[in-house]
């Protein structure tokens, strides 16, 4: 097993120029103070090696919860626009909403590796992927495999990988305030609002050849977005989710490629 801290990273975030409102050099200074950056960390364990061909197909899933918040849709639609330039499954779950015909499994070229819809691919094998009857751990997804006509099933859609994806992205904190009036002499806003949000998701790929898991990708965000009232209401958002997809899908297809296998890091 092989465990790295890919990336601890901070990212500047813009100044807020170009927003059309002249802001206060103190109000100014707090901004830069509250949510001048923001953190990123990647960390991969590797388990067996991966080494995916085009011709190959993964399914993204969120890992099934009986209660409790799961992964957002929009993170895992991100994440599948990351890693082949399409969102799969909203176009197969859309399409399949409006009567079209569509295929479950993409067909891209120049494309590292391909996609299959998540919905179809839990469809073709109900009820094994419920969040009642899910695999948990490596016994269970081992079970999950010797249950008559998985692996045929399996096979016969084209699917290497299954990588669940866990975690969510929520407010961790927040504070001050922004009082809005209007007079005669016109409306306007003042204070200073902020919050902090957390994106901290995990990719756990299992390998469906040989039934192993094959390690995890995790990626941690953390950023402060602010709302300034200076006449208007100013937004300066910290992009922290968006961040995530983008640094999780970037090691997950370098992991998934074998890429840091080849490197030797």
């Known amino acids: ?14 100044d807020g120029r170009g927003s059309g409102a002249k802001v206060g050099l103190g109000a ?7 949510s001048g950056c923001m953190t990123a960390k990647i960390e991969e364990v590797r388990q067996a090696p991966t080494q995916i061909t085009a011709n190959e197909a993964i399914v993204l899933l969120a890992k099934p919860h009986l209660e409790g918040t799961g992964t957002e849709d929009k993170f895992m639609d991100c994440l599948e626009r990351e890693l082949v330039g399409k ?10 909403r409006a009567g079209k015909k569509f295929e479950a499994r993409s067909s891209l070229a120049n494309r590292p590796f391909q996609i299959y819809a998540d919905s179809q691919f839990v469809d073709q094998l109900y009820p094994w992927l419920e969040p009642s009857t899910a ?3 490596a016994q269970g997804f081992a079970t999950f495999l010797s249950r008559p006509g998985v692996s045929e099933r399996v096979g016969s859609m ?3 990988f299954i990588v669940w994806v866990d975690g969510n992205t929520q407010k961790t904190d927040g504070g001050g305030s922004i009082a809005c009036a209007a007079g005669p002499g016109g409306a306007g806003c003042l204070g200073l609002g902020w919050w902090e949000r957390t994106s901290d998701y995990e990719a ?22 602010v709302m300034i009232g200076a006449i208007a209401p100013i937004p300066i958002i910290s992009p922290v989710q968006s961040t995530a997809c983008d640094r999780l899908a ?9 890429s840091d296998e080849e490197s030797g890091s």
């Open 87 to 96: 969102a799969i499954s909203a176009d197969a779950a859309n399409a399949q």
């Open 158 to 160: 084209g699917v290497r």
């Open 28 to 34: 100014v200074a707090l901004v830069v103070g509250l």
């Open 250 to 258: 970037g090691q997950l297809k370098s992991f998934l490629l074998g």
């Open 1 to 14: 097993m092989v465990h790295k801290q890919v990336a601890d990273e901070v990212i500047a975030q813009g």
């Open 204 to 225: 756990t790929v299992w390998d469906l050849r040989s039934g192993a898991n094959a390690g995890t990708v995790t990626t941690d965000v953390k950023g402060t977005s």
């Open 135 to 137: 695999p948990a751990n």
